[in-house]
C-alpha cells in the first residue's frame, strides 16, 4: 500500500467522529446554526439540529427546568419518543430558545 493512503487509514481509524454540541456553546453560534438548517427546508436536519442543542444544554438542566422526568428527555432527544407540542416548547424554553410562527413568504 501507498504511503499516502496508510496515512489516510490511520487518520480515519484514530480520529473522533464530529460532535456539533461540543461546539454550540454560545447563543450566537446556535442560533446561526438552527437559522441554517431551518433555511435548508429539511424537517429531519433541523430535528438532529435541535437534538444537538439539547445536548449542549444538558439533559439534566432541560430536565430541572421543565420538570420532566431525565430519562423521558432522554427518550424524547434519542428519538424513542415524539413529544407534544406543549413538551417540546418547554424544552425550546428551556434551552433558550423560543419557536415562532410567521406566514410563508
Given at each position: 500500500?501507498?504511503p499516502?493512503?496508510?496515512?489516510?487509514l490511520?487518520?480515519?481509524?484514530?480520529?473522533?467522529?464530529?460532535?456539533?454540541?461540543?461546539?454550540?456553546?454560545?447563543?450566537?453560534?446556535?442560533?446561526?446554526?438552527?437559522?441554517?438548517?431551518?433555511?435548508?427546508?429539511?424537517?429531519?436536519?433541523?430535528?438532529?439540529?435541535?437534538?444537538?442543542?439539547?445536548?449542549?444544554?444538558?439533559?439534566?438542566?432541560?430536565?430541572?427546568?421543565?420538570?420532566?422526568?431525565?430519562?423521558?428527555?432522554?427518550?424524547?432527544?434519542?428519538?424513542?419518543?415524539?413529544?407534544?407540542?406543549?413538551?417540546?416548547?418547554?424544552m425550546?424554553?428551556?434551552?433558550?430558545?423560543?419557536?415562532?410562527?410567521?406566514?410563508?413568504?
Open positions: 500500500m501507498e499516502s493512503k496508510e496515512k489516510d490511520d487518520l480515519m481509524h484514530n480520529s473522533t467522529p464530529f460532535n456539533a454540541s461540543e461546539y454550540l456553546t454560545e447563543d450566537e453560534t446556535v442560533d446561526s446554526f438552527l437559522f441554517e438548517t431551518i433555511e435548508e427546508g429539511d424537517i429531519a436536519e433541523l430535528i438532529e439540529a435541535i437534538k444537538e442543542v439539547a445536548k449542549a444544554t444538558g439533559v439534566k438542566k432541560i430536565a430541572e427546568t421543565t420538570g420532566l422526568n431525565r430519562g423521558n428527555v432522554n427518550q424524547i432527544i434519542n428519538s424513542k419518543t415524539d413529544p407534544k407540542l406543549s413538551t417540546f416548547i418547554k425550546l424554553n428551556a434551552m433558550g430558545l423560543k419557536m415562532t410562527i410567521s406566514s410563508v413568504e
